[in-house]
């Protein structure tokens, strides 16, 4: 096994944080040199969301990984992770709030009702902002075994987020349906997981009963 240093992984870590920021940069990139198609706005949207959501099934993908293969390295990013799909999906909102809507409140108030796939989209993030503000190392500890109930919104905001994806498509299904098969996958992970949790925690005390209920015969034998 490769033994980092403390310092070692401060590094890592900017690493992982700068690639985490390149979808940011090559959008900006692409604005910059009017390279978003004919609908800039539209590409902005499609892009944040796109990756908003990639983000959420990256988050979602740490914990499997160490189920599947025994990998703990990738757990300390969880927290990073998490705070990216929402900072991806803050700017996706502020697209469509900023740019699309132009801040007209009563252009919103209108276009909601008309697109049920957006109180989706907004339920999604909405999710997302209790599970970013307790994200700091003090909140969870304050929280405790709280703290993990809360974050299982993660899971909740994910399956949203793809129903927001399949609905405001209109004709070509595939890629809606790849991130929900990939997230499918990632839950049906963890549902295995914790039954066999639960399966072996069962089997634990019959075991005991039955190893005691074998000493007594051999005593009485
Ligand atoms: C966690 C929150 C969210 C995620 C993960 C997400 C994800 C996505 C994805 C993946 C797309 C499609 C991109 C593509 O076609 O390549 C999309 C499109 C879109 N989303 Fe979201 N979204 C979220 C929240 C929101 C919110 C809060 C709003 C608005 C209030 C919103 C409005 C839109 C709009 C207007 C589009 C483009 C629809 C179109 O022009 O066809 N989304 N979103």
Known sequence: MIRIKRGGWRFVKLIV???SLLPLG???FDAVHHNLGANPIQMLQYRTGDWALRFLLITL????????FGMVFQMRYRRMMGLFAFFY???HLT???GLDQSFSWAHIMEDIPKSPYIVV???AFLLLIPLALTSTRRMIQRLGRNWQRLHRLIYASALLAVVHFFWLVKADLREPAIYAGVLAFLLGVRVVHACRKV???RRKPEYRNQKSEDRILISNT
């Open 121 to 123: 989209g907004l339920s």
């Open 26 to 28: 090559s959008i900006v």
């Open 199 to 201: 399966e072996v925690r």
């Open 95 to 97: 697209v469509y709030v």
């Open 61 to 68: 993908a740490l914990t499997p990984l160490k189920m599947l």
């Open 17 to 19: 944080f700068s690639i």
């Open 89 to 91: 999906a803050s700017l």
